[in-house]
Every structure is written in structure tokens, then in C-alpha cells.
């Protein structure tokens, strides 16, 4: 799977921003699509990740009830819509795509950077105090 991500910039706190991933080179019936993000001097971390034929989401305690994934089957993009943004929320987000290889492999398992074997490559998103 091919990834390729997009929709970062520079907004203010309290904005809001949507990222896009568009996914190209398999069907993607059978896979998850996460989201990471990396800020400076620090690891990569989990945002959020949903699986592509539910539609079910999940996601880290720091952006819950404020960011949600959702997809559009049609033009095999997945987008995460940041509400509410913080300066914390200012990193490199990046998209990944993770097979499921069992239907009863839950969601918390996508939370490790190690499930997915593609990965798009990063887009800034930096919020201003």
C-alpha cells in the first residue's frame, strides 16, 4: 500500500485542521489505517486508527473526544479531523496502514508502531499558543 498524506500547516489554538491520507496499490477491505505523530526529541506516538470495512475507531487517551478518523471507500482516503487543537497536538503526523490478518484482533493492538508496514510520509501540523 502506497500512502500519501497532506492537509498539514499552521493554525491557532483552539482551530481546527483535517488531514488526509490517500491510499493507492491494494484494496484496502482487509486492512486498518492509523495515524502516528512524532514530535521534536520524542518518539512516535499513536493518534488513532480505524479499520476500513467496520469502520470502527480507536484512539489514544490524549486526542479522544477531540480528533476522529473517518474514510471515504470511494476515493480510498482516510482523513483525521483535529478539533480543539493544543500546542502539545504540534508534530509530524503520519498516516500507516496495518493488514489484519484475524477478525478478532482488537483494536488496541494498532496502537504499536511494529503492526503497520506501510507508512506515508509526514505532515506538519504546528499550533500556535
Known amino acids: 500500500v502506497q500512502l500519501q498524506a497532506s492537509g498539514g500547516g499552521l493554525v491557532q489554538a483552539g482551530d481546527s485542521l483535517r488531514l488526509s491520507c490517500a491510499a493507492s496499490?491494494?484494496?484496502?477491505?482487509?486492512?486498518?489505517m492509523g495515524w502516528f505523530r512524532q514530535a521534536p526529541g520524542r518518539e512516535r506516538e499513536f493518534v488513532g486508527v480505524?479499520?476500513?470495512?467496520?469502520?470502527?475507531?480507536y484512539y489514544a487517551d490524549s486526542v479522544e473526544g477531540r480528533f476522529t478518523i473517518s474514510r471515504d471507500n470511494a476515493k480510498s482516503t482516510v482523513y483525521l479531523q483535529m478539533n480543539s487543537l493544543k500546542p502539545e497536538d504540534t508534530a509530524v503526523y503520519y498516516c500507516?496502514?496495518?493488514?489484519?490478518?484475524?477478525?478478532?484482533?482488537?483494536?488496541?493492538?494498532?496502537?504499536?508502531?511494529?503492526?503497520?508496514?506501510?507508512w506515508g510520509q509526514g505532515t506538519q501540523v504546528t499550533v500556535s499558543s
Open positions: 496499490g491494494r484494496t484496502l477491505g482487509s486492512y486498518v
Open positions: 500507516a496502514a496495518a493488514p489484519v490478518r484475524s477478525v478478532i484482533t482488537p483494536m488496541t493492538s494498532f496502537a504499536r508502531r511494529s503492526a503497520y508496514n506501510s
Open positions: 480505524i479499520n476500513w470495512s467496520r469502520g470502527t475507531t
